[in-house]
């Protein structure tokens, strides 16, 4: 069982590059939600889905777009990267929309703005 | 919105002492309340959670933690750390109904350093 993967895992760009980071889950669960880490700020919520074709944003949506096409799909897009986006990117998922369910996260992928 | 505060940035423990790690939120309703760990260059792991019941939960690992809910306070315990536990712990609240409820929100984090 893969649970959540996310690719690539290590990724260097060049300000006003664009790029989409992915993320995918074996786990048929409805929610999913993409969280940035910064150095003492904790995770800091991007965007999220509770199913197909519905997305929302989170804290920290400027620079980012995404969308969900399937249940297992939830990519991430950064149209024109700037060094403000340096950051671990984690996806996550839970079962259903039961608040009380715990997010299972990806490995991360280490994402470099130059 | 809701908020999570936890105290302490960095602590310092030798192993056999005992951990209390602090966590207060802000929301005026019903929580769902979570502390998650993260070993070096891994991904989080749910350590435990509350939503209703006994507010004395117990995770994994030997962990523990008591929801107060006048004081706001969800506080990390374990009796007795080990080198193993070193690692930044996250607390995390999201309402349990409403338009946040869809919100987890994360503490800043707090590194644990146990010296052998």
Redesign the interface.
């Known amino acids: 069982n893969a649970g959540v993967t996310q690719t690539p895992k290590f990724q260097v760009l060049k300000t006003g590059q664009s790029m989409t980071l992915q993320c995918a889950q074996d786990m048929n669960h409805e ?1 999913m ?1 993409w ?1 940035r880490q910064d150095p ?6 991007i965007h ?1 889905s ?1 199913g197909a074709g519905i997305t ?1 944003q ?2 920290v949506p400027n620079g980012y777009n995404v969308s969900r096409s399937t249940t297992e799909d939830f990519p991430l897009r950064l149209l024109s990267a700037a060094p403000s986006q340096t950051s671990v990117y ?1 996806c ?1 998922s839970r079962p259903g ?1 039961g ?2 369910q ?2 299972h ?4 992928t280490r994402l470099s703005i130059l | 919105a809701q908020s999570v505060s936890q105290h302490n940035h960095h602590v310092i423990l030798s192993e056999a002492a005992s951990l209390e790690l602090g966590c207060n939120y802000s929301y005026g309703g019903t929580v769902n309340l979570f502390w998650y760990v993260q070993y070096p260059g891994q991904h989080l792991q749910l350590l435990l959670k509350y939503f209703s019941g006994d507010p004395l939960v117990k995770g994994i690992k030997g962990f523990e933690a008591e929801f107060i809910k006048s004081k706001f306070s969800f506080n990390l315990r374990k009796p007795s750390v080990q080198w193993s536990d070193t690692a930044e712990y996250f607390c995390a609240v999201n309402p349990y109904s409403g338009a946040g409820s869809y919100q987890l929100t994360f503490g800043k984090g707090t590194k644990l350093s146990v010296i052998p």
Do not use: H, I, K, W
Request: proline share 4%; hydrophobic share 30%.
């Open positions: 929610y939600s969280y003492g700020m904790g995770l800091r919520l999220y509770v929302d989170g804290e984690f996550a929309t608040t009380n715990p997010q996260f990806g490995d991360g």
